[in-house]
């Protein structure tokens, strides 16, 4: 397996934040985490970017332990809710930053970030600092720079929370664009029932700390506990002709 | 305006003239004799002046950049609290009791009376301030982008040149601009510290004004101000228009 994680505990001044986390996860595939605020989706993220070291607990990556390595050893990149630009440089030098970092030359920086420039579909925002780009354009900048340095694994931590229905959609399909033009391996967390389904290739459910992973997705729609039963027939409510019958409005 | 100038211009007039007695409306002599005494004689104010700028650029620098990196080192301790609250300390105490209870210290470490001495005192009561003034600077968002850093494979190192010092550029400049201006008029450590021995500027100015000399006083006095009205210049060209 790609990515292997066995029994990881976690605990903040007694309080069990993420309990026994075990799952598994194939190259190339994209694994929705689903869950509501305060369940444990951050610090579960945090543990395998290696932000945060885990009670106990082991992580192996291409059959390597990285339990105890550090985040800048890993190659995994850990995306936040807020596109966190670093603002005293443009679009174009926050793409390249991690490329800056490993000390690539040039003239490869220069292809690569343009090639990207290219399939984020930001042509002519190049030079524009961080100011002075929306919302969506900001995020795609974010998601430029994680790509470029061609992690092993991109977490990524509702990264279109803070966007606006459309803008949402429009970085879902360039989300699914990117994961199979660049061959990302991902972990994707939202609170988004609907985004969930839509960006996994598996799908896990996270209560109390606990995550259990659908490698189906019917098997996910079919467990009462996950709310996807809740809102279908919420929906058949709502679209039902006569109010009486269950119809909502 | 003329109001606000008029001490400034005054003063200006002043380190240009002598025998200007009560009721003269004219100085008895106006020219640049008094620059030219004073910067080339026996009174050694060229020599307190250089003084002046080395110890405040020390200082300055020291304490800016020590107090960057020792503030981050306090925002992720467990107990960041008490230690800002310890930061306080040398300003509860007037400088002269402060330096008076250093005293004993300097002298067992061979600190007193002499430019290192009087650098370190005044550090103490530099460093503290750039402690406080770079604790606003520390954040969750600041440590969002350590981590981002981190997990794009950059060491602290590079964190450190590469994003954070950039981020901080504007507040180290204003620090740096603060703690150079404590160290500048600081007249109360440096005279109990330097013992009469490190004659800053300050501490001369003052000393021209207990004898009532006060062409030299006021010629001192346009020295001192000097640096300051350069640093106001460059905080105003290059870090407030920045930061609007």
Redesign the interface.
């Known amino acids: 397996m790609f990515l292997e994680v066995h029994n990881i505990i976690k605990s903040f001044n007694n309080e069990h934040v993420v309990r026994d986390l075990n799952f598994t996860l194939d190259a190339h595939k994209t694994l929705s985490i689903l869950g509501k605020s305060g369940c444990g989706k951050t610090t579960m993220l945090?543990i395998i970017?290696?932000?945060v070291k885990p009670d106990s607990g082991s992580i192996s990556l291409k059959s390597k332990n990285i339990t105890s390595a550090?985040?800048?050893q890993?190659?995994?990149?850990?995306l936040?809710q807020?596109d966190?630009l670093?603002?005293?440089l443009n679009a174009f030098e926050n793409i390249a930053?991690?490329l800056?970092?490993?000390k690539t030359r040039d003239p490869q920086i220069k292809e690569k970030v343009n090639h990207m420039i290219d399939s984020l579909e930001l042509n002519g925002q190049a030079s524009k600092m961080p100011t002075q780009l929306s919302g969506g354009q900001r995020q795609r900048v974010s998601f430029g720079?994680?790509i470029i340095?061609n992690p092993s694994l991109l977490l990524l931590d509702e990264p279109f929370g803070s966007l606006d229905a459309g803008t949402r959609q429009r970085m879902q399909s360039l989300f699914k664009k990117l994961t199979k033009e660049f061959d990302i391996t991902s972990l994707f967390v939202t609170h988004d029932l609907k985004e969930a389904v839509l960006m996994g290739d598996e799908i896990g459910f996270m209560r109390a700390g606990r995550l259990q992973v659908y490698k189906e997705k019917q098997d996910f729609i079919n467990d009462p506990e996950t709310g996807v039963q809740e809102e279908i027939e919420y929906w058949k409510g709502l679209s039902s002709p006569n109010p009486s019958q269950g119809g909502k409005l | 305006m003329l109001l606000i100038l008029f001490p400034f211009i005054f003063m200006v007039l002043l380190s240009l003239s002598s025998s200007w007695r009560f009721p003269e409306v004219f100085p008895g002599y106006f020219g640049f004799k008094n620059w030219v005494t004073l910067l080339g004689s026996e009174a050694g104010l060229l020599q307190s002046f250089i003084i002046s700028i080395v110890i405040s650029l020390s200082v300055g620098i020291v304490s800016t950049f020590s107090g960057f990196l020792i503030s981050r080192a306090v925002f992720y301790h467990k107990k960041k609290r008490i230690l800002t609250l310890f930061a306080y300390f040398p300003y509860v105490l007037a400088p002269v009791v402060f330096g008076a209870c250093l005293s004993f210290f300097f002298l067992k470490m061979g600190l007193f009376g002499n430019v290192t001495g009087v650098i370190v005192a005044q550090f103490l009561i530099a460093f503290p301030y750039a402690l406080i003034f770079f604790g606003s600077f520390w954040n969750k968002?600041i440590k969002?982008?350590e981590?981002?850093?981190?997990?794009?494979?950059?060491?602290s190192q590079?964190t450190f040149f590469?994003?954070l010092f950039?981020?901080a550029?504007s507040m180290l400049l204003i620090c740096f601009f603060q703690t150079f201006l404590i160290s500048w008029f600081e007249y109360g450590l440096t005279s109990i510290i330097g013992v009469g021995k490190v004659q800053t500027l300050t501490i001369k100015v003052f000393l021209f004004i207990k004898e009532a000399n006060y062409y030299y006083g006021a010629l001192s006095c346009c020295l001192l101000i000097f640096p300051p009205v350069v640093l106001l210049y460059f905080n105003k060209r290059y870090v407030f228009k920045n930061l609007i």
């Open positions: 945090k970017a290696g932000l550090r985040p800048e890993r190659n995994i990149v850990y936040y807020e966190l670093f603002p005293h930053f991690g800056r970092l490993k720079r994680a340095t | 968002k969002s982008y981590d981002l850093v981190a997990t794009l494979g950059g060491t590079q590469k994003v950039p981020l550029k």
